[in-house]
C-alpha cells in the first residue's frame, strides 16, 4: 500500500492589501526596550518587526466588514448599524438584549457596578486582569474555582477551563448563594493559555448555579475558539457545527461580556447581552452615564456593522480551524525545539513557561517580563508577560500575587501573518531558549496602581 500524500492546509483567504514591515539591528532594539522600560507595552509599534503582543484589535478585517464600515449610519440614536448588531447577537449567541459598549471592559464595568455589591463574592474559572479590576472596583472579591490542572503548565488535560464543582460548591457553602451574584465563566480562558472549558462541565455548573438561584455571566470574548476545541475533543460533538456549539455554550448562561476586539475580527468594540430584563435595563441605564447612548455605546455606526459581520464570519470553520491550526503550528515548532510550553497548546497564541525557561530568576525578578524584553533584542518580536506582573497586588494585603503560571504570551492577530512570519518567531524563541543561561532578571522601578503591567517600568538587576 501506498503511504498517502501529504496534504497541507493554508490560509482559507488571500492577501488584498499589504502593511510593509520594519525590520531594526540589534543595537536600534537595544536603545528602544530601554527607553521602553523593559516593558513590550511601551514600546511603540513601529520598532517592532512582528507583533505579538496580543490578538485583541489587531485582527485584519475581511473584505465584507470594510464594505460594511462603508454602510455605517453615523446617527446619534437608533443607527442602522445597531440594529443590525443587535440581530447578530441573538442569532448567533442566543442572547435576547444588547448594550453596546466601546470595547469588553465597558461591558465588564457596566456589569459589576450593576450586579455587585459590597463584601459579594465572583467565582470564577481563573481571574481575568481587567475583568477581576471591575470586580474589586464594585466591591466584589473574585475567588477562583477552576481545576488544578489549569494552574500546571504540563498538565495535557484537554479541558482546563473546567470548573472544579467541588471547589465551586465549597464558595456557595462558606458565603451563601445571596452573596454571589453571579458565577463567571470564561470560554477558552486566557489566562490558563487560551484553555477550553467543556460543555460537559458547563452543564453540571449550570446545574449547580440552578439548584442555588446563581446567574453565570459568560465572558464570551474567544467562544468560537472554544467551540472548536468542543468540536475537535468533546464526544458527541464532531458533527456539529462551529454554530450549534456557540449557541448550545451561550444558551446555559444568563448573559455575556464581549470583547469583539478578538473573535469578532474587528480593531474596536465590544458589548453586554443579558437575558434578564432587569439586569438589562439597570445597565441601559448606565451605559448613557459612561459611555454613549444605549444604541451606540461608544462604537461609531461602522464598528457596530464591522462587528455584526465579524461575528458571522467567528463561527465559519474554515476560519476558526485556520486561526486555531496556526497558533498550533507555531506551538509544535517550539516543541520541536525543546522549548517549555503550556499545553495543550490554547487559541490564541503559545504561552512559554518562564519559570521553566528561567529556572535561574526568582518570579519577584520577573522571569517571563524579562523573557519578553530578551525576546524582543533577539528579533523584534514583541510578546506579552503575563506572571506576576500581571497578577498585581492583593487588595486587601497589598502584597504581590505569585501566580503559579509565569508566563509569556506569543499572541497571534487574526488573518495578519503567514507560516512564514510563524517559522521566524519559532527560531528568535529558540535562540533566546539557546542562550537562556545568559538572561538576567529585572526589578521594577515605577508600578502604576491598577493594571500595573501596562505602564510598569523595570531596569536589569545586578
Ligand atoms: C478574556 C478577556 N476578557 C476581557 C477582556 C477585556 O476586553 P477589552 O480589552 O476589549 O477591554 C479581554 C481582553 O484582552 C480578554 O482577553
Redesign the pocket.
Known amino acids: 500500500m501506498t503511504e498517502p500524500r501529504r496534504r497541507s492546509w493554508a490560509e482559507p483567504f488571500k492577501i488584498k492589501m499589504v502593511e510593509p514591515l520594519k525590520m531594526t539591528t540589534r543595537e536600534e532594539r537595544e536603545v528602544a526596550i530601554r527607553e521602553a522600560g523593559y516593558n513590550t507595552f511601551l514600546l511603540r509599534s513601529e520598532d517592532v518587526y512582528i507583533d505579538l503582543l496580543t490578538d485583541?484589535g489587531t485582527s485584519a478585517m475581511s473584505d465584507r466588514q470594510w464594505a460594511g464600515m462603508m454602510l455605517g449610519d453615523e446617527a446619534y440614536a437608533g443607527s442602522r448599524n445597531f440594529y443590525h448588531l443587535e440581530a447578530a447577537v441573538r442569532e448567533i449567541y442566543g442572547y435576547k438584549h444588547l448594550v453596546p459598549t466601546h470595547?469588553?471592559?465597558g461591558a465588564e464595568h457596566l456589569l459589576s457596578q450593576t450586579l455587585i455589591k459590597q463584601g459579594d463574592v465572583i467565582p470564577g474559572n481563573m481571574y481575568?486582569t481587567?475583568?477581576r479590576l471591575h470586580q474589586e472596583l464594585a466591591g466584589g472579591r473574585f475567588v477562583d474555582v477552576i481545576i488544578d490542572e489549569a494552574h500546571d503548565p504540563t498538565d495535557a488535560h484537554p479541558f482546563k477551563g473546567d470548573v472544579d464543582l467541588a471547589k465551586l460548591r465549597q464558595v456557595i457553602d462558606d458565603v451563601g448563594p445571596e452573596r454571589i451574584p453571579y458565577v463567571c465563566i470564561?470560554t477558552a480562558v486566557?489566562m490558563a493559555g487560551g484553555q477550553p472549558i467543556s460543555l460537559a462541565n458547563l452543564h453540571k455548573v449550570r446545574a449547580l448555579c440552578n439548584d442555588h438561584g446563581i446567574r453565570i455571566i459568560h465572558?464570551a470574548?474567544r467562544v468560537a475558539e472554544n467551540a472548536y476545541f468542543i468540536k475537535e475533543r468533546e464526544p458527541g460533538y464532531a458533527d456539529k457545527s462551529i454554530a450549534e456549539i456557540v449557541l448550545e455554550i451561550c444558551g446555559l448562561t444568563d448573559g455575556c461580556t464581549m470583547?469583539a476586539?478578538?473573535d469578532a475580527l474587528v480593531n474596536i468594540g465590544?458589548f453586554l447581552a443579558l437575558d434578564e430584563w432587569e439586569v438589562f435595563e439597570a445597565c441601559r441605564n448606565l451605559v448613557v452615564v459612561y459611555e454613549g447612548l444605549h444604541t451606540y455605546g461608544g462604537m461609531a455606526g461602522r464598528d457596530m456593522e464591522a462587528v455584526a459581520i465579524g461575528l458571522q464570519e467567528s463561527v465559519q470553520f474554515d476560519h476558526i480551524k485556520a486561526r486555531v491550526g496556526q497558533v498550533k503550528y507555531l506551538g509544535e515548532k517550539l516543541q520541536d525545539y525543546g522549548v517549555p510550553i503550556v499545553v495543550p497548546i490554547g487559541s490564541h497564541g503559545v504561552f512559554l513557561d518562564a519559570k521553566a525557561f528561567l529556572p535561574q530568576l526568582d518570579q519577584d525578578h520577573y522571569p517571563a517580563q524579562a523573557l519578553a524584553a530578551e525576546l524582543y533584542l533577539d528579533s523584534g518580536v514583541r510578546a506579552m508577560e503575563r506572571g506576576v506582573v500581571s497578577a498585581g497586588r492583593d487588595p486587601e494585603t497589598g502584597e504581590n500575587r505569585h501566580p503559579s503560571l509565569e508566563l509569556v504570551r506569543l499572541t497571534v492577530p487574526r488573518r495578519v501573518y503567514t507560516q512564514a512570519h510563524m517559522d521566524v518567531v519559532a527560531e528568535s524563541v529558540a535562540e533566546v531558549w539557546d542562550n537562556r543561561e545568559e538572561v538576567r532578571g529585572l526589578q521594577m522601578v515605577y508600578e502604576p496602581s491598577d493594571l500595573r503591567f501596562f505602564q510598569a517600568r523595570f531596569e536589569p538587576v545586578g
Open positions: 485583541s470595547q469588553g471592559r481575568f481587567t475583568t470564561a486566557n465572558d470574548t470583547s476586539k478578538k465590544g
